[in-house]
C-alpha cells in the first residue's frame, strides 16, 4: 500500500469509513462571433509622390457573452408545488448543481406537479434544462429507473403558454426546452409521466433545473436562488443601506461567539471522525447537523444587507441535507461552509471599514485555521497508533516522515491554538518560525497569509 495524498488523507479513515461525494459539472457554454473579411483585389495605382490610401476594416462585432445558468448569476426565487414529506430541502435538491440529488413530490402528485422560477425583468431567457427523473444510481440502486420519469411538460410565462414539449423518459442527461423570453415568472408543469419499476414509487422526480440566458448585471456561480414549497417568495425589495454605528455594535457582539461555536462544531466533528470504533447514534447526529444549521444561519444574519450573494449562498446552504454519517464525517465539508462565512465577513468588515473589526475578524479567522492545523496533528498521531510495525514498510517513507513531523508538533499546535486569542502576537511569531512538515500544504499556507494580513489590519492606526 502506498500513500495515496496528503496527511489530510486519514489512512485509517479511508479502512473504516469513506464517503464519496461527486457533483454534476456546469453545462458548457456557447460563445458566439463573427470574423472579419480580408480586402480582395489590388488597388488602384497611384503617382509615385502620392501617399497609399488606407484601407479600412470592419471592426470585428464583440463576441456574445456566453449564456449562463441564471438561477446562480441573478437574484432568482425557485418553487415548487410539493415536497416528498413536506421536506424544504427537496426544493433546493432541484438547483443544487449536483444531479444525484432531487426534487421529489409529496406522494401521488404526478400530472399537475409544477415548477416556478422567477427572475429579474431585465433577465434574457434563451432555453430550460430539465431532466426527466431522478438520475442517481448508485451501488446498484438505480432510482432513475425505479421511480417515474416525467415525458410531457408545459411551460408559461406570467401565465402566457409558451408551448408544450416532450421529454426522453430513456434519457439521465439534462433536456433543453426551447423557450425564449424576457424575465418573469416561468412555470413547468408536468402534463405526463411513465412509471418506474417500483410501483410504491409515486413521486414526480426532476434531478436538475437550469435556466439559461443572460442579464445586465450577472455574478456567474455567484448567486444562490430563494427556495420556497408551494408558492414563490415574496417580491425582493430594495433593502435601505444598514445603519453602520448599529450594524458594527451588532457585529461585536455576535461575531464572537459566533467563531468560538463554530470552531467547537469543527473540533467535536474531527473528534468523532478519528474514533471509528464508535458510532453516532441518531440523536447525537441530528444534534451535530442541528448546530451546522443554526450556525450557517447565523452567518447568514451577520452578512444579510452587506453581501447578499454570500447570504443566499449560506441560507441555500442551510437547507441542503448536508448532515454526518454514523462516524461522524461531515458529508459537507465543514471548511467549505465556512469558507462562504468568511468571503462575507470579508466583504462586511471592508464595507464598516473600521481597523478594531477588521482586526479582530481576521485574528478570528486565523484562529479557525489553526485549530484545524492542530486537528490535522492529533490525526497523524491517531493514524500512527493504527498502523502496525510490520506494516510501515508497505508506505511511502516521506508520508511517514511527515506523520511521525505532525506527531511531535502535536503539543505545540495545541499549546498555541489555545494561546492565540490571548498572545496572538507572540504565536504568530512563533508559527512563522515553525518548519511545517508540508510546507506547500493548502491549509498551512492560509495560515501564514492569515497572519500577515492580520497584523496588517491591526497595525493600522
Known amino acids: 500500500m502506498v ?9 485509517v479513515s479511508n479502512l473504516c469509513c469513506v464517503m464519496l461525494m461527486a457533483a454534476c459539472s456546469a453545462a458548457p457554454a456557447e460563445r458566439g462571433g463573427g470574423e472579419v473579411a480580408e480586402p480582395s483585389g489590388a ?78 425583468a431585465d433577465a434574457s431567457v434563451e432555453s430550460l434544462a430539465l431532466t426527466a427523473g431522478f438520475t442517481r444510481d448508485r451501488d446498484g440502486n438505480d432510482l432513475f429507473a425505479a421511480n417515474h420519469r ?57 434531478s436538475e433545473l437550469r435556466v439559461m440566458g443572460r442579464a445586465p448585471v450577472m455574478q456567474e456561480g455567484e448567486r444562490r436562488p430563494r427556495v420556497a414549497v408551494g408558492a414563490l417568495p415574496a417580491p425582493r425589495e430594495p433593502a435601505p443601506e ?19 461555536a463554530w470552531g467547537a462544531l469543527e473540533t467535536d466533528v474531527g473528534s468523532n471522525a478519528r474514533n471509528c470504533g464508535y458510532e453516532l447514534t441518531p440523536g447525537e447526529r441530528a444534534t451535530l447537523r442541528a448546530r451546522r444549521v443554526r450556525l450557517l444561519r447565523e452567518a447568514a444574519d451577520l452578512v444579510a444587507g452587506i453581501d447578499e450573494p454570500r447570504e443566499e449562498q449560506l441560507r441555500f446552504l442551510a437547507l441542503r441535507p448536508g448532515g454526518f454519517d454514523e462516524f461522524g464525517h461531515a458529508r459537507t465539508p465543514l471548511p467549505d461552509d465556512f469558507a462562504v462565512a468568511a468571503a462575507g465577513l470579508d466583504t462586511v468588515t471592508a464595507w464598516l471599514g473600521d481597523d478594531a473589526q477588521r482586526c ?33 514498510g508497505a508506505y511511502d517513507r516521506s508520508f511517514l516522515r511527515t506523520l511521525r513531523a505532525l506527531e511531535r508538533a502535536s503539543p505545540r499546535f495545541e499549546r498555541w491554538s489555545a494561546e492565540y486569542r490571548t498572545q496572538p502576537a507572540r504565536v504568530a511569531t512563533a508559527l512563522r518560525a515553525f518548519s511545517y512538515p508540508e510546507p506547500e500544504d493548502a491549509t498551512w499556507t492560509s495560515l501564514l497569509a492569515l497572519l500577515d494580513r492580520a497584523d496588517a489590519s491591526c497595525a493600522a492606526p
Open 3 to 11: 500513500r495515496a495524498g496528503g496527511v489530510a488523507r486519514s489512512v
Open 43 to 120: 488597388p488602384a495605382p497611384t503617382p509615385a509622390s502620392a501617399e497609399p490610401a488606407a484601407v479600412e476594416q470592419a471592426a470585428a462585432p464583440a463576441p456574445a457573452a456566453p449564456a449562463v445558468d441564471l438561477l446562480r448569476a441573478v437574484p432568482a426565487d425557485v418553487a415548487v408545488s410539493s415536497a416528498y414529506r413536506d421536506q424544504a430541502s427537496q426544493a433546493s435538491s432541484l438547483v443544487d448543481g449536483d444531479l444525484a440529488t432531487a426534487w421529489n413530490s409529496r406522494t401521488g402528485e404526478l400530472a399537475g406537479a409544477w415548477i416556478e422560477v422567477r427572475l429579474p
Open 150 to 206: 416525467v415525458t410531457r411538460v408545459r411551460v408559461s410565462r406570467d401565465g402566457a403558454e409558451l408551448g408544450v414539449f416532450p421529454l426522453d423518459p430513456a434519457s439521465r442527461e439534462l433536456q433543453t426546452i426551447a423557450v425564449t423570453g424576457a424575465g418573469g415568472v416561468y412555470r413547468v408543469e408536468v402534463l405526463e409521466t411513465t412509471p418506474g419499476t417500483r410501483a410504491d414509487f409515486q413521486e414526480t422526480c426532476v
Open 242 to 260: 444598514p445603519d453602520r454605528a448599529a450594524f458594527a455594535a451588532r457585529l461585536r457582539r455576535a461575531l464572537p461567539a459566533f467563531v468560538r
Open 360 to 392: 479582530a475578524w481576521d485574528r478570528a479567522h486565523a484562529g479557525i485555521v489553526l485549530a484545524r492545523l492542530h486537528d490535522r496533528a492529533q490525526t497523524s498521531i491517531h493514524e500512527l497508533e493504527h498502523i502496525p510495525p510490520d506494516d510501515e
